[in-house]
């Protein structure tokens, strides 16, 4: 009897590590990913179409889901579902080959060669003559020229170090966190929905494409921050509204459906707050430190997916059913304020370095920055190339 008992713990064991650790390599990795081509894809286009690449990312996470509740339905075993989801990565593998690097990257660390290339990749696609400058003569502000190709390494505290930056990120961090937090905590309360739980898990899918949609032309037509202010107003508004509504009325006729319309209507507006913080996690930072400041935003809303659930446990265990939705509310409301302290930054060029993060003020201009200039049919951004003024090219960065 106790050999068996040690054979079953063994073998739980051993199959939940077998499980959890692929499971935890596979999500280190995704975020990586996940982080690393929302920064490339922002670096690749000019303020004037950089929204709309921005926001676009956002409906293909819907159509996941809704493609996950058919998998779902249709195959049943998780080993299987698993498989099914994974096997289509594969193809993603020619992105090593159909995506060219980052133009401003190359440019930044010295890899000039790689920078031609690009180049001339770039005005062939775009059917314009090849600009007749060497990258090595390009300046950057802020980027020294004396040791040409020599890298310097960045880490995260180089987000804190500055006061500008500094306060970006702290914001930054906080609506990550409050964006996760309160979709995620509005999530589970619909998953508690009576009905087929793959039916209810796909019309949360078709709920949500709409608010993508729909946010891809408010981010590009009406900017960022105040889009997010009055989403953050109105999914904390519907989140407190699911709970404090009657469910019936004097007459004990069952009214409760406002309070199913009120969460929706939150959770729309709470989908609709992700692809404002997107833009803004690629957006508030320099190209130096881009990718890092955008996993650490992506960490911190990580860590809001993770206190939601137990947001929620609390409200069950206390007693106190009303609790979450209130929490999760005042949350949304906080963010609402904070993002009023942030820049506009939707017809910015995006910063390259530190120095050039520090100068865009909270009105979303720019303090004497001297890369900034103008925009032409090749790209954005006039950068010192060492000629006369009248020589200069812009390059498309």
Wanted: glycine share 8%; aromatic share 14%; proline share 5%.
């Amino acid at each position: 009897m106790e050999m068996k008992s040690i054979h079953d713990m063994f073998t739980l064991v051993f199959r939940n590590y077998l499980f959890n650790v692929p499971r935890f390599i596979f999500n280190c990795i995704f975020k990586g990913i996940q982080a690393n081509s929302y920064v490339l894809f922002s670096e690749m286009f000019i303020p004037k179409y950089r929204s709309y690449v921005g926001t676009m990312y956002e409906p293909f996470w819907a159509l996941g889901v809704i493609w996950l509740a058919l998998i779902a339905w249709l195959i049943k075993s998780w080993r299987w579902i698993q498989l099914a989801l994974v096997l289509p990565t594969i193809l993603t593998l020619s992105y090593i080959w159909l995506l060219p690097e980052s133009l401003r990257w190359l440019l930044i660390n010295g890899r000039y060669e790689q920078a031609r290339t690009v180049i001339k990749r770039i005005t062939k696609f775009n059917k314009i003559p090849v600009p007749d400058f060497e990258p090595e003569n390009v300046i950057i502000p802020g980027i020294s020229t004396e040791n040409p190709g020599k890298r310097t390494f960045y880490t995260p505290f180089d987000l804190i170090r500055t006061p500008r930056i500094r306060k970006h990120a702290f914001i930054a961090f906080y609506i990550w966190f409050a964006t996760s937090c309160v979709y995620y905590g509005l999530s589970l309360a619909t998953s508690g929905w009576k009905g087929d739980k793959y039916l209810v898990f796909f019309t949360g899918g078709i709920g949500e494409l709409p608010a993508y949609l729909l946010a891809i032309y408010i981010l590009s037509r009406f900017g960022r921050k105040y889009p997010l202010f009055v989403y953050y107003l109105i999914a904390g508004a519907g989140c407190i509204l699911s709970v404090l509504l009657p469910e019936t009325d004097k007459s004990g006729k069952d009214i409760s459906i406002g309070r199913t319309v009120a969460g929706l209507i939150g959770r729309f507006a709470a989908a609709s707050t992700f692809s404002g913080t997107f833009l803004y996690g690629a957006e508030l930072f320099p190209t130096v430190v881009r990718a890092m400041a955008w996993g650490t935003c992506a960490f911190f809303g990580r860590v809001g997916g993770i206190v939601a659930p137990q947001i929620n446990y609390a409200g069950k265990a206390s007693g106190y059913t009303k609790m979450p939705s209130i929490v999760l509310g005042s949350v949304s409301f906080l963010a609402a304020v904070l993002v009023l302290l942030l820049p506009e930054t939707r017809s910015l060029r995006l910063p390259d370095t530190i120095e050039e993060a520090e100068q865009i003020d909270i009105s979303g201009g720019a303090i004497n920055n001297t890369a900034a200039a103008t925009e032409n049919e090749m790209g954005i951004g006039i950068y010192n190339l060492g000629l006369s003024p009248e020589e200069n090219l812009s390059i498309k960065l």
